[in-house]
Every structure is written in structure tokens, then in C-alpha cells.
């Protein structure tokens, strides 16, 4: 079918030779063969404006997708650079243009190198060479430097062009990520810093497996360990309560303020552990901090023990204050009434008389005497003035010498001494103190007995190459609460003897001290209403 104003070109020479064809110029066709040529013109013109369409629609297409990659390529986050094989910029995109703070023509043509900081440059030259002679795909870090700005970083990667003339770069801004890293670097750098100087002993230990991911150089020094060593421990390793380390990890509490650990040697010793949590790579960690605290808790125990030191002077301070308010007032008293009665009744009283209350004056005055002899003694003691000079010699004619004194109240008492020492018998003693302890002990032992009990003194060697000495006695002996009481100072263990003798307690005190100057120790085994035995020993040489 004829379109009107768009005559196909083949149409028109078809219906030329048509025309000939009716002025004889050329050989006559067939109406079919002409009809036939017409439609098959039609046909050909109907494809040629298809394919027009097609064309067009084409171009729009290749306008659009032209837009959109110079959309892309000028205003990617990245800069495109174009670079000649001497390094000269032949294009770039905008992104690339801002990125070197210049207008866009007034780079082209200039030496991309001119941009790169000095120290880089060399870093730059050797980039461009290999990507333009290597066919690979190369980067590198360049540190760039733009007029009226701080220098910043970029990530340069290159590829040589197709026709292997030019050097096609990918320049990526990666200051934030270069500043982000160097915080990172002055962190560690500080923390490298303050791990190494810091006193205490720090550990990074791995939450969930507890495996030891650093320690510091205090931590090795404390341990004994190298540092490669101790990186192959978990946690509790290192600890002398391995349960309770696992636990207190597992658990974490920021302070355990008592543990005990173990050394390489095998030495245990008190820590204060103080710990953090925190992410590390994904992962918990804890950051832990170990102090031994050895010294703090000798320096608690010595106080502790300082403590006791004073508790002790109290009661002895309570001691001497009792004694004088009441032991040593009492017989003064007794005294005072018998030297009153001989003062205001003398013209009336008969020779016996006067004779029994004189007994009952010295009976007195030698009670005062051992009184205040004991208590001299336990003075001069406690502030160390009694010195401790021990020498060997024969026990038994040291004991005889000392039971002179003795001898004369047993009697009268009517209680009986005896002796179950070997004659030949040596102990290395101070004698002065040793003649004092057993006094003391015979004293009390006739104290409570009753008329017609019996004291034995006996002394034997023992095993141990010491010489334990025994004074026993029939008395009315002690409940097993006094016998804990009796070698304390803050307990009362005083009573009267079976002819209501005064006691303080403090000749005992003395004994105590005296053998613990020897490096001895004294007890005592007793039984209410069946005597009692006290024992202590005694070194048989110089050791």
C-alpha cells in the first residue's frame, strides 16, 4: 500500500522503468512480474522504517546509559585517573578533580607525581611502573599533599589500558581509616606502654577457654615463668585453688581480694586479684591484675600478733593491779591487825599469846616476802632485765641447795619432799631461774597438799636428748577447766592453799617464762581431789 510523501527510492525506480517500458526504451514486462516487483518493494520498505525505529530507539538507549556512566564515573565516591606511561593526568573524573582541589581542565596534562608527598613519591613511581609493565592489578598507600589542606591518605590501584598506553587508577580517600588506625597504634602503643611499667602482675586471659592471651614483664618476675612459657596456661594454672580460679572466671567478679597462687618453684603466696571485662576481636576477655600480697599479710599478722602483744600487757597490767589491790593488801592487813592487837593489848596478854600472834606475824611477812620476791621477778622479767645465761651442771645438788628454804614449811605442814633424781644427771641451764621455776613449783605443790601428803621431785633423759623435769603431789588437785586457765595471764586461776595460804597465780606465769627462755616448754596433768603433776624440760647441752 502507497504511503503518500514517502515514496521508497526503489518504488520510484520501479515506476520509472515502467514508464520505458511504455515508450519502448526497454523490453516490455508482464503485468505480474511488475506487481510482483511492487510488493515486494512495499515489503522492503515496510523493514527499512522498522529497523529506522529500532535504530532510533537504540541511540535514546545508548544516550541514556551514556548519561548514566558519566554520572557514574564523574561523581563516584572514587577518583578516576587517566595516566599517561611519564605519569601525566590525560582524564579524571570529578570526585578525582576535587579529591586534588583543582579544576578539572587545569589537571589534565599535569604530572599526577606533582600531588604525591615526597616521602611517598618513590612508593608512587614504583606502582605506576609495575602497572603499566605487569599486566596485574597493583596498589599502594601514598600520602598526598593539596594546597591550603592537611595532607591526606589514598589507595591507589592500577591497571594498564587496553591498548597498553595509559595506566587506568582507582584512588580511594582512606584518611579516616589511616587516623582511625594511628589511634589505634597510640593506643596500643600506650597500653604496651603501661602494661610494661605497672607494678602488678597483668593478665589477658580468653573468657571462654581461659587460655592466657598476654601477660606483662611483672607477671614473669613474680611467677618465674618466661613469658612463651606462661602464654601456654589457662588460668588456673597458675593457681594453687584451681577449682575456684575456673569458677571466679566463669562466674567474674572484678575483685577476689584473697587467693592464693603458686610460683614455678612450687611456692605458694596471697594475691589480690582485681579484673575487668571486656571485647577483644569479637571475643570476651578478661584483664586481670594480681598483687601479691605476702608482705601486707605478714605485715596484718604482725599486727594481729601486736595486737595480742598489747592484750598481754593489759592483763598483765590487770595482774599487777590485782595483786596489789587485793593479794598483796590481804596479808598487810592480817599483818596490821596483829601488830594492832600486840600494840593496844600487850600489858594483857599472856607469853602464848604474845608467842602465837609472833608466829602468825612471820607466817605473815614470809608470805609477803615470796609475794613481792615473785612479783620483783615477774617484773624484771617482762622488761627483759633478767637475762637468760645458761651453763651445764649437776641437777641434783642444785635442787637440794634449793629446797633449803622449803624444807622448814613442808615440815611443819607435815607434808614429806622426795627425789627420784639420777645422781650424775647434767642440764644446760640458767641455775638462778631454774632454782626460781622449781621453788615455785614445790611451793604451790605443799601449798595444796594436805597434813600428811607428799611432794616428789623427779627427773629423767628422754629420747630427744632434753631432761624432762616432774614435781607431783597428793594434793587436792585441779578441775580440767583451771588446768587451761593456768599458764594465763588474763585468767583468774588464783585460790587458797588447804591452810588458806594466799595464791596469785603469777609464781606459775614466771615458771612459764623462765622455761620458755630456755627454749623448754612447761605442762601440767591433774585430777580433782588427786594431785597434780607438773612437768617441763629442759635442754641437756648447748644445742
Known sequence: MERKGNKNPLRQKAEALLKKKSSGTVSPFSEVESLRLIHELEVHQIELELQNEELQHSWAEAEVANDKYIRLYDFAPSG????????????????????????????????????????????????????????????????????????????????????????LITAVDITERKQAEQVVKESEQKYRTVFAVERDAIFLIDRETQAILDVNDAACRLYGYSQEEMLTFINSDISSEPEKTKLATIEFNDRIELRYHKKKDGTTFPVDVSASIFMLKEREVILAAVRDISARKKAEAELENFARALQSLNAQKDKFFSIIAHDLRGPFNGFLGLTKLMAEEFPDLTQGEIQKIAVSMRNSATNLFKLLENLLEWSRSQRGLIKCEPESFLLMPMIGDSMDTLMD?????????????????????DEYMLASTLRNLVSNAVKFSSNGGSVTIAAKSTPSNLVEISVSDTGIGMSSRMVDDLFRIDAQTNRKGTDGEPSTGLGLLLCKDFIEKHGGKIWVESEEGKGSTFRFTLPVQNQ
Do not use: W
Not at 578525582?96 to 578539572?104: E, I, Y
Not at 614449811?409 to 641451764?429: C, M, Q, R, W
Open 409 to 429: 614449811t613442808a615440815h611443819k605442814k607435815g607434808v614429806g619432799i622426795s627425789y627420784e633424781i639420777p645422781d650424775n644427771l647434767e642440764v644446760f641451764a
Open 80 to 167: 578516576y585517573f587517566t595516566l599517561s606511561s611519564k605519569g601525566e593526568i590525560i582524564e579524571l573524573n570529578l570526585s578525582g578533580a576535587r579529591m586534588l582541589g583543582k579544576d578539572r581542565q587545569h589537571l589534565k596534562n599535569s604530572l599526577f607525581g606533582f600531588f604525591v608527598s615526597e616521602e611517598t613519591k618513590p612508593m608512587f613511581s614504583l606502582f605506576l611502573e609495575k602497572a603499566l609493565t605487569s599486566k596485574a592489578k597493583e596498589s599502594c598507600e601514598v600520602m598526598m599533599d593539596k594546597a591550603d589542606s592537611l595532607p591526606f591518605y589514598v589507595f591507589l590501584t592500577g591497571v594498564v589500558s587496553d591498548d597498553e598506553k595509559h595506566c
